[in-house]
């Protein structure tokens, strides 16, 4: 499935800048995420502590004790 956003890059690299269990969740459905226990919740907004990413940087797919090599390495970065 896709849709399409008529808005600018630079207003829609905010929301996965926040992609991760320790961030946001997954853009996917919440009731699905939590359905195998990854105890995910969605934000409703932008949230600033979040947008802080850069190359080296490690994303939580899963909660560190239940999956603690569940993880994204950030290799490249182009907003």
């Not at 890059?9 to 195998?36: C, H, K, M, T």
């Amino acid at each position: 499935m896709a849709i399409t956003i008529d808005i600018p890059s630079d207003a829609i690299w905010p929301w996965p800048r926040q992609l991760g269990q320790e961030r946001d969740r997954f853009y996917s459905y919440e009731w699905a995420e939590n359905l195998v226990v990854l105890d995910i919740h969605s934000a409703d907004c932008i949230v600033p502590e979040w947008q802080d990413l850069a190359v080296g940087d490690t994303n939580r797919l899963g909660q560190a004790d239940r999956f603690p090599d569940a993880t994204l390495e950030v290799v490249k970065l182009n907003p």
